[in-house]
Structures are given as structure tokens and as C-alpha cells.
């Protein structure tokens, strides 16, 4: 599968832990984005890399979250102190350099916190 | 006003029709347009882009720009069951080398048999 892969694909956890979801991107991709989905609404953009660069962050994106993509490879995303309204399904998408704006999306990690 | 906006539906068709779906946006800098579909419990899946004023054709999708009005659309001919999904609508607005893009609440497509 050259796809965009994420682990896990779903996770529970208790209200105050920290959790890390992490994303590989398609292999030729340079762009990588992540971005937050809860029920019956679109997507949201939460931040964006090239390379290994965090080139724009959302306003949404708390202290409480943070994200890396060392050596430009891989990414992940870890939210901190985890609330109630963190759950949501954790989208990764990559994108080519010269066809940026077409995003190809990983299966998502569903995040429930209880 | 939200950015993108998609009527929520759901879209009843019969099988073999012609679906239509509509999408608004405010920003009138916007300058890339995207179809995702997106099947309940799944991700979005990228079906159509288009970039300038008219039609661009896929197969059995054409979508539809018109950026004087600020409006897209997707049509599906011969609408089949297995089109029943999520489309939802994407821009990106161009501004400060953003490659954000920003998302509707999609409209649920229902095919009937």
C-alpha cells in the first residue's frame, strides 16, 4: 500500500493523559498536513509541513498540541493533557511540491477521550 | 457566514440520475477548488480539482466553477448506489502562500435502487 498510513487507527484514552498519533506520508510527498474532523462537520486544518519545516499552525492548534516531522519523513502529533472536546478523527494528509494543494488523506485516527 | 458552505442534505436520487451538488464560498481570492467524497467511518477521498471558470470532466463527474458567483458544483451522471457518500467541498483562498484548505460541512448523497 503506497498510501498515506496512520498509527493508531483508534484510540481511547482518559481525560488528562497525552497521547501521540503519528502519520507517513505518501513516499514522494514533501508536504505533509494535519487537520481534525468531528461529526457531521468538514475537516479542519490544524498545521503544515515541508520538509521538516512546521511552515503554518492553526489557531486550534493549543499549547496542548504539538507537532513534528523530524528529517521530513514521518510525522506525529501529540496532544497533551487531553479534554473531552479532543476527541475528534486526526486526519494526515500529504501533497506534491508542485501540486500542493491536491491533499491525499491518510484513514484518520479516531480519538476518544473519556 | 462560514467560508465554504454546502447544503447538508441528504441528496435523494434514483439510480441512473443526474446528482447536483453546490457549494459557496466568500472569499473571492480563492483560487483552487476541490471534490472530496467521503463514505461514513472513512477519510476523505480526492475526486476532482479545478482551478479556472467552466467545466472540467472525470468520467462520470464534472465539476463546475464559476468564481463571479462564487460558486461550485459537482455533478454525478448516472448516479450509481455506490456514490452514496459524504462530498464535500474544499478552497483554498491563496492568501500568504497558505496551502491550508478550508472545508464544508458536505452534503449526504443517498442513490436509491
Known amino acids: 500500500d503506497t498510501g498515506v498510513s496512520q498509527d493508531p487507527r483508534h484510540k481511547i484514552t482518559k481525560r488528562g493523559q497525552n497521547v501521540t498519533f503519528r502519520c507517513d506520508p505518501i513516499?514522494?510527498?514533501?508536504?505533509l498536513y494535519w487537520y481534525r474532523q468531528t461529526l457531521g462537520q468538514g475537516p479542519e486544518f490544524l498545521t503544515y509541513?515541508?520538509?521538516?519545516?512546521?511552515?503554518?499552525k492553526s489557531r486550534l492548534l493549543s499549547d496542548r498540541f504539538s507537532a513534528e516531522r523530524p528529517k521530513g519523513s514521518f510525522s506525529t502529533l501529540e496532544i497533551q493533557r487531553t479534554e473531552q472536546g479532543d476527541s475528534a478523527m486526526y486526519l494526515c494528509?500529504?501533497?506534491?511540491?508542485?501540486?500542493?494543494?491536491?491533499?491525499?488523506f491518510g484513514p484518520g485516527t479516531r480519538l476518544t477521550v473519556t | 457566514q462560514k467560508e465554504v458552505e454546502q447544503n447538508s442534505g441528504p441528496l435523494s436520487v434514483p439510480e441512473g440520475a443526474i446528482a447536483s451538488l453546490n457549494c459557496t464560498y466568500s472569499?473571492?481570492?480563492?483560487?483552487?477548488f476541490f471534490w472530496y467524497r467521503q463514505y461514513s467511518g472513512k477519510s476523505p477521498e480526492l475526486i476532482m480539482s479545478?482551478?479556472?471558470?467552466g467545466d472540467k470532466e472525470d468520467g462520470r463527474f464534472t465539476a463546475q466553477l464559476n468564481k463571479a458567483s462564487q460558486y461550485v458544483s459537482l455533478l454525478i451522471r448516472d448516479s450509481q448506489p455506490s456514490d452514496s457518500a459524504t462530498y464535500l467541498c474544499?478552497?483554498?483562498?491563496?492568501?500568504?502562500?497558505?496551502?491550508?484548505?478550508?472545508f464544508g460541512s458536505g452534503t449526504r448523497l443517498l442513490v436509491r435502487p
Open positions: 474544499a478552497v483554498n483562498n491563496g492568501m500568504d502562500s497558505s496551502y491550508k484548505l478550508i
Open positions: 472569499d473571492r481570492g480563492s483560487q483552487s
Open positions: 513516499s514522494e510527498h514533501n508536504r
Open positions: 479545478i482551478y479556472s471558470n
Open positions: 509541513f515541508q520538509n521538516e519545516a512546521q511552515l503554518e
Open positions: 494528509a500529504s501533497s506534491l511540491r508542485d501540486r500542493a494543494y491536491e491533499q491525499y
